[in-house]
T-cell receptor, first 112, second 114 residues
Framework: GESVGLHLPTLSVQEGDNSIINCAYS??????FIWYKQESGKGPQFIID?????DKRQGQRVTVLLNKTVKHLSLQIAATQPGDSAVYFC???????????FGTGTSLTVIP | ETGVTQTPRHLVMGMTNKKSLKCEQH?????MYWYKQSAKKPLELMFV???????ENNSVPSRFSPECPNSSHLFLHLHTLQPEDSALYLC?????????????FGPGTRLLVL
């Protein structure tokens, strides 16, 4: 069946380095994507979103890239900090209604 | 904080108990959602409410009963649960149920069924 998935379940990076978290989606009709961050004991927190009419969107220290040709989404975190340690999910919104499909997440660990 | 609160944060119940989870959103949204999050699995959508009307029930067992008295409050009534129902239950809200609307999550209720 169709699903949203992440290439790597875990990622460790040195503090100050840049992080890249990847996500593959399978429904070419999906037109809206969100990255969420979930810290231990908390609910998912909205980080950044992107619509399918864009290839790139930047926020504060985060950039999301969308490659519709290969149905790939990535989240780049600049100058990763210990507070960035969390599980990161991508969510895919298909145009028929507001149901999101989530990946299992990538666990990011920042090494001081 | 996201503007979505959930109580209790932790709950332990026996299989014969009845309990309720509460969610409240302070964002002026009209759509509210219940999700189940189990370890190492994607979030599973359970119920969707739009303007207090249930618009989605994702084949959820009847031992889970949602209630939405107004657009700001959402409840999940639990009765005769099974141990496999132990999970993090997340509430979310969005402006309405429409493609492209961002959903904002509460902190969740960690449920343990003994």
């Amino acid at each position: 069946g169709e699903s949203v998935g992440l290439h790597l379940p875990t990622l460790s990076v040195q503090e100050g380095d840049n992080s890249i978290i990847n996500c593959a989606y399978s429904n070419s009709a999906s037109d809206y994507f969100i990255w969420y961050k979930q810290e231990s004991g908390k609910g998912p927190q909205f980080i950044i979103d992107i619509r399918s009419n864009m290839d790139k969107r930047q926020g504060q220290r985060v950039t999301v890239l969308l490659n519709k040709t290969v149905k790939h989404l990535s989240l780049q975190i600049a100058a990763t900090q210990p507070g960035d340690s969390a599980v990161y999910f991508c969510a895919e919104n298909r145009p028929t209604g507001n149901q999101f499909y989530f990946g299992t997440g990538t666990s990011l660990t920042v090494i001081p | 904080e996201t503007g979505v609160t959930q109580t209790p944060r932790h709950l332990v119940m026996g299989m014969t108990n009845k309990k309720s989870l509460k969610c409240e959103q302070h964002l002026g949204h009209n759509a509210m959602y219940w999700y189940k999050q189990s370890a190492k699995k994607p979030l599973e959508l359970m119920f969707v409410y739009n303007f207090k009307e249930q618009t989605e029930n994702n084949s959820v067992p009847s031992r889970f009963s949602p209630e939405c008295p107004n657009s700001s409050h959402l409840f999940l009534h639990l009765h005769t649960l099974q141990p496999e129902d132990s999970a993090l239950y997340l509430c979310a809200s969005s402006q309405e149920v429409k493609a492209g609307e961002t959903q904002y999550f509460g902190p969740g209720t960690r449920l343990l069924v003994l």
